[in-house]
């Protein structure tokens, strides 16, 4: 271990091992570290026993809920854009030849009580039970503008600077009620809260345009596509990539300390008596406890069922957004759904999450509203976790802290926070214009 290194990186969290394998590609030396014997950190999946250890103290599960290597269930539980960031990410990298993906069914907001299909398209809107006939003409309208709109073509924009304009400016000019806000600014746009509304228009008007262009790819009923065998194969797909790239990966590894020159730069970790020497570190908060601050924290609760979410039209994955609106809180709630037909359970069983940023003194109360969509649970488990990011200056110590996950059930957060991250370690942008028609990232199985 006593080697230099150009960067070394600190635990086998998704974001971790992305950027490993990102620099790994680009011809720096890289050497991986965890202080775990198994790879994903916070992100990792567990089987039944791994699961009933962690959360009852206890690895003997009941033997009704069958074969614990049959389950593979997410600690930090997201799906992906069919055409976002991650899977591009995944394209330009080559990872999906390590994994296979599956269309995820069904995509739902919760509004005024009920669960709805998320209308997509301007013809979606027509049909969605949603909207009144009045509602339902003007939302169509708005889709085909957002349809329409093409940043590079000014005929498009309608005389209006979506770059200035704010996105309550764009929905008044629509004439747009506030129910209708609510699913297109949480369940379309994905916008964790309503800060978005007084921000420029164009975020949400190309936050809409991937979810329809996700949509469209496999004319399913969701954007979105998961992992066959759960999300855990994610960190060691690009684990694989940084090796392929001349990696070097060491588990188990306690104590990591990383250690610090004269004028505060980082220039090595030492663990076990050895130290490797390097010229910067990238890793999860728990690493650097003192370069960090508490943001949050996230609440979420694990359900194995015997049977899909009701009113989902009998899907075996899905998502239901529930808008902070109709809960009369401040953050979005999120359902996460899957099944053995991704691999992540044995058959005839369901795993759902129900996830939400804490706002009070009592989260496993505040989950009540998802936990109730559910129906009949054989088994429910309650996981709390705080949030952090990091308040470190890192072209002064050169010390690069991923922020921890939130609690959104899909994708685009994480890799945002890794893109930049990786521009702030290379003074670089990942070029993630790949052709995605021709790329068989996402193949349906």
């Not at 954007?223 to 188990?252: D, H, K, W």
């Not at 037909?341 to 989950?367: M, R, Y």
């Not at 959104?408 to 942008?429: P, Q, S």
Request: glycine share 6%.
């Amino acid at each position: 271990m006593d080697e230099e290194y150009d960067v070394i990186v600190l635990g086998t969290g998704l974001k971790e091992c992305i950027l490993s394998g990102l620099l790994s590609v680009d011809g720096l030396k890289v050497l991986h570290m965890d202080r775990n014997d198994y790879y994903g950190g916070d992100s990792t999946s567990l089987n039944l026993n791994q699961l009933w250890k962690r959360f009852r103290g206890e690895d003997k599960p009941p033997a009704h809920l069958g074969a614990s290597r049959d389950y593979n269930v997410d600690m930090v539980p997201k799906f992906m854009m069919a055409n976002g960031t991650l899977v591009r990410t995944l394209i330009h990298t080559d990872v999906t030849k390590y994994l296979s993906f599956k269309a995820v069914d069904g995509s739902y907001v919760f509004s005024k009580g009920k669960i709805h299909k998320v209308p997509a398209t301007d013809m979606e809107a027509l049909k969605s039970p949603l909207m009144g006939l009045f509602e339902k003409r003007r939302a169509r309208n708005f889709f085909i503008y957002v349809q329409d709109y093409d940043e590079t073509d000014p005929k498009t924009h309608q005389g209006l600077d979506l770059t200035t304009m704010t996105t309550r400016e764009l929905i008044a000019k629509h004439g747009l009620s506030d129910d209708t806000i609510d699913f297109i600014g949480h369940a379309l746009a994905l916008h964790r809260d309503d800060r978005y509304l007084n921000e420029p228009a164009i975020d949400t008007v190309k936050r809409m345009k991937l979810y329809a262009e996700s949509l469209a790819r496999f004319q399913g009923g969701s954007p979105y596509i998961y992992p066959l065998y759960g999300l855990g194969e994610l960190p060691q797909g690009f684990a694989r990539l940084s090796a392929v790239y001349g990696g070097t990966y060491m588990l188990n590894k306690p104590d990591c300390k990383v250690e610090f020159d004269m004028e505060g730069k980082v220039c090595g970790v030492t663990s076990e008596g050895e130290t490797a020497k390097c010229k910067k570190v990238v890793c999860d908060p728990s690493y650097l406890p003192n370069k960090i601050r508490k943001i949050g924290r996230v609440a979420r609760a694990i359900a194995i069922m015997s049977h899909p979410i009701a009113n989902t039209n009998d899907s075996h994955s899905v998502q239901i957004i529930l808008p902070q609106k109709q809960l009369g809180r401040k953050s979005d709630m999120y359902v996460f759904c899957c099944s053995y037909t991704h691999n992540v359970a044995p058959k005839g069983k369901f795993i759902a999450f129900v996830s939400t940023e804490a706002e009070t003194d009592n989260p496993q109360s505040e989950l009540k509203p998802g936990i109730d969509l559910l129906g009949q649970v054989d088994e429910l488990f309650f996981d709390i976790y705080d949030r952090y990011e990091p308040v470190n200056e890192p072209s002064l110590d050169n010390c690069f802290v991923s922020t921890s996950y939130d609690a959104t059930t899909h994708f685009e957060t994480t890799v945002t926070d890794v893109l930049n991250m990786y521009r702030m370690i290379t003074g670089k942008t990942v070029d993630l214009s790949v052709d995605l028609s021709a790329a068989s990232a996402a193949e349906e199985y």
